[in-house]
């Protein structure tokens, strides 16, 4: 399906009728696509993907930014009256996450950040990148998926993952990179108090895993899994793992949820 926006039209997809429901983006280039083998281990959720404006199906007549990502995701939850959900990002859509949840904390349950790129880009720091991005785009895509995947020598994903992410156009992945240069520095990220689950990667060569060490002192209700020996995108190499830390996590979020209604 296609949620209208007064400038986008976002692919969606939605699976299963479980109690809890996972509304899910990817990263930078990667559409909702990247979550579908993790949601094949919550068959007992609802599970509902978005390819985020500039990438997969989804498509935009506006400016790329956090902002107008964030409201995306906040329009996609009100269309599918998703009421109380956890929220899940991956790589640089955690900085989407996070400013939805802080423009509508009440929305959601809890949230789920996987190998979370949040901070902000320095000047200049994507300018080698970028410059070889519109030199030889699907080289410099290759590259980049051979770093997300240290862990797997697998030709199968790898081929994969370059076809999803070349569904964005070039144009695009500049702008979606750009944004990041938007984020507001790292100490004047508010304390939230949504219920947070960190997953990242101890061998992650894209996002430092010093970089969720920081997130998780700066939120209020966070816990950090380090996984060991995984890259980038744990959700796509071991999403059964990854999809059990999910589910107990959402669980204890529903309980707790259903623990302040109680005392409301």
Known sequence: MFIQRPDAELHVLSFG?????????????????IWLDLFAQLPHWRCVAVDHRGTGSSTQ??????????DDVLAVADALRLESCVLAAESAGAAVALRAVQKAPSR???????????QRAEPGAQDGFIAQLQ?????????????????????????????????A???????????????????T??????????????????VPLAASRQLAAQLAQCELHELPGLG????????????????TFGQR???????????S
């Open 17 to 33: 009728q479980g109690p809890l429901t996972l509304l899910a983006v990817g990263g930078w280039v990667a559409s909702g696509e």
């Open 61 to 70: 007549r506006g400016p790329i930014t956090v902002e107008t990502m964030a």
């Open 108 to 118: 959601f349950l809890g949230q789920v950040l996987a190998g979370p790129k949040w």
């Open 135 to 167: 030199r030889d785009y699907p080289a410099a895509l290759r590259a980049f998926v051979n770093h997300c995947l240290p862990e797997t020598p697998s030709a199968e994903l790898r081929r994969w993952a370059l076809q999803m992410l070349l569904r």
């Open 169 to 187: 156009d070039v144009a695009d992945a500049v702008a979606l990179l750009r944004c990041q240069g938007q984020l507001p520095p790292d100490d």
């Open 189 to 206: 990220l508010p304390r939230l108090s949504l219920p947070t689950l960190l997953l990242h990667g101890t061998q992650d060569h894209i």
């Open 232 to 247: 980038h995108v744990p959700i796509v190499t071991a999403p059964r793992d990854v999809a059990a830390r999910i589910d």
């Open 253 to 263: 979020c529903a309980l707790m949820g259903e623990a302040a209604q109680r005392r």
